[in-house]
């Protein structure tokens, strides 16, 4: 089952403005991150977030984590027509060794209108 | 250029045929990993490595199996015991122990014939 559930499902918006995406989660996380998908392409990798961080900054993305409801949010600043994509959460579940496996959410998809 | 590849880019399989998705990393992350994503949907994990030689069942391996010889190559057989194959395979690839940040390849859209 899905870990992640991201809302809203789709998002459109005009150019300039800005783009909140939310991630809800179920389990205890060491980490929740964010990935971006262009239509037909991978993942590639936006920011992570720490279970002891509340909230985290990189250029025009803002994140913020609340443990206690188990959610995220992503904020998208001045968004631009390139931001267009699919945005996925993953938590990293909390284990006694090296790496684990992560769980994605099921997406929210971001339009950006020019 | 490092990164990881992922090939062909489009697979058609035939009924009852296996094919084989191909994921090579030059990276040198100890981890790799399999997920199937069906249009509009997450990843869901299909296989994961964490060593050569040693890998394990994600959420939806049936139908499926892998290797890991090497520590670059992590190739996933789709079997003909899975039913409905049709879905776009990505290969992702991490260093094990720190953050888990994921790298991923391009991707696989495999197509029932």
């Known amino acids: 089952s899905q870990q992640g559930e991201e809302d809203p499902q789709a998002l459109s918006i005009q150019e300039g403005e800005n783009a909140t995406m939310n991630c809800s989660y179920k389990?205890?996380?060491?980490?929740l991150q964010w990935y971006r998908q262009n239509s037909g392409r991978g993942l590639v990798h936006l920011i992570l977030i720490r279970s002891n961080e509340r909230e985290k900054h990189s250029g025009r993305l803002r994140v913020t984590l609340d443990t206690s409801k188990k959610s995220s949010s992503l904020l998208i600043t001045a968004s631009r027509a390139a931001d267009t994509a699919s945005y996925f959460c993953a938590t990293d579940s909390r284990s006694n060794f090296g790496n684990e496996k992560l769980t994605f959410g099921t997406g929210t998809r971001l339009t950006i209108i020019p | 250029d490092g990164g990881i590849t992922q090939s062909p880019k489009y697979l058609f399989r035939k009924e009852g045929q296996n094919v084989t998705l191909s994921c090579e990393q030059n990276?040198?992350?100890?981890?790799m990993y399999w997920y199937r994503q069906d249009p509009g949907q997450g990843l869901r994990l299909i296989y994961y490595s964490q060593i050569v030689n040693d890998f394990q069942k994600g959420d939806i391996a049936e139908g499926y199996s892998v290797s890991r010889e090497k520590k670059e190559s992590f190739p996933l057989t789709v079997t003909s015991a899975q039913k409905n194959p049709t879905a776009f395979y990505l290969c992702?690839?991490?260093?094990?122990?720190?953050?888990?940040?994921?790298?991923f390849g391009a991707g696989t859209r495999l197509s029932v014939l």
């Open positions: 992702a690839s991490s260093i094990r122990g720190v953050k888990n940040i994921q790298y």
């Open positions: 389990t205890s996380i060491n980490n």
């Open positions: 990276l040198n992350h100890d981890a």
